[in-house]
């Protein structure tokens, strides 16, 4: 066969592979066997070219000459992209592997966020590429502490700073310079910020159980955690507030003895403040009469019936708080300038004398009346007059009583 006859043949494979469907004979294609032989020989088809097909409307030949100019290009583009992944994740440039290695292979899955497995790791090893299985063991912790704090709005896997050493931080617990703590503030990370507060409160509520522990002398006691019910116990105790039963009992399982006199001095000068206000004599600032005052307003409030809520907290004082009003603690009040005070000590006395004498008249004035029980309290003789008005007034029985 001659040249003609052979042309003819190769440009009706051409145009078979290419997908050209056309009745035009050979000579007006001159052009498209120029394309095509090209294309098949792989050298590239120029835009001008690739426009002429267009116009022609021989898109499936432009779908093909584009895919297969593309493949012609792909070994080069693919060893391009596994160097840059080599250098991403730290494999050293004197590494000799080949291109599309093992290693290659394990890369790309840890960058196409893939499981990394024990084989993996193991591959990795073998070429003792320290740097880049300590940076996977590092994406794999910044992964899970995202997770931890619900940072799911990052999505890049490499361990960014300062999120990752922050996120370290907060998951030891360790306190956040002032420049990561602005960052958190500022980065809109919700979780991560709530965890951060809570964690500087519960370091807050730490050191105050230290310095509290130091301020009441219980040092020796080891407990640390703020859970714990001493410091429940310590921060009632700063605060004046009394302990309840169940304090008590523990203290005293603990034999922390010092803790329940310090709550027992506290429940008393809050008693004290109490029966001052009540009895009006808050003016007493005389501190070496405190004790012999405090005395006296205990048995006033303990002798009245109008202070129930007192009378509650005296009976839970030791027995000797707990005796009658008598006419020289009246005297002492007056003798300490405490006048309206004295004056209620009188009024409450005064009741608690007509219980003791089975008086029932409830409007019984205070003169003589007061005067004359004081005497009988004395073991004195009345004077016969006051006897003959008591008995007129049918105060008194004739039998004396």
Known sequence: MNDTTLQKIHFDRLRAKYKIISSRNFASDSFLYLILRKADLGMEVTDVELQWLADNHFFDCIELISLQQYQAKEEKRLE???????????IPDNIELPIASSIDSVLWKLDNK?????????????HNLVETIAL????????????RFKVTQESNIFPEEPLYIILKKLSVKEELS???AEWLLNSGLQEALKTYQQQKN???????????????????????????????????????????????????KKKLNSLI??????????????????????????????????????????????????LRIIQTLPEH?????????????????????????RKIHFQSLKSKYRIIGHNLPLDPFYLIMLKLEREERLDPKQVVQLIEEDSLSKGGK
């Open 80 to 90: 391009t992209e596994l160097m840059q992944l080599r250098a991403k994740y730290l």
């Open 114 to 126: 893939h499981k990394i497995t024990n084989l993996d790791i193991k591959l990795l090893n073998t």
């Open 136 to 147: 996977i063991k590092d994406i794999e912790n910044f992964s899970k502490l995202k997770n």
């Open 178 to 180: 002032d420049s990561e």
């Open 202 to 252: 519960i370091r807050k509520a730490e050191l105050e159980f230290l310095e509290l522990k130091s301020k009441y002398q219980v040092d020796y006691y080891k407990e640390t955690v703020i859970s714990s019910k001493l410091y429940s116990i310590l921060k009632k105790l700063d605060s004046g507030d009394t302990l309840d039963h169940k304090d008590a009992q523990w203290l005293k």
């Open 261 to 310: 006199k310090l709550d027992e001095e506290q429940r008393i000068s809050r008693l004290f403040i109490k029966l001052k206000e009540t009895y009006h004599a808050t003016q007493n600032t005389d501190t070496k009469a405190c004790d012999r005052l405090f005395k006296v307003l205990i048995r006033m409030a303990y002798c009245d019936t109008g202070v129930s809520k007192l």
């Open 321 to 345: 708080f707990k005796s009658e009003l008598h006419e020289k603690d009246i005297n002492w009040l007056a003798e300490q300038g405490l006048c309206e005070t004295a004056e209620i000590a």
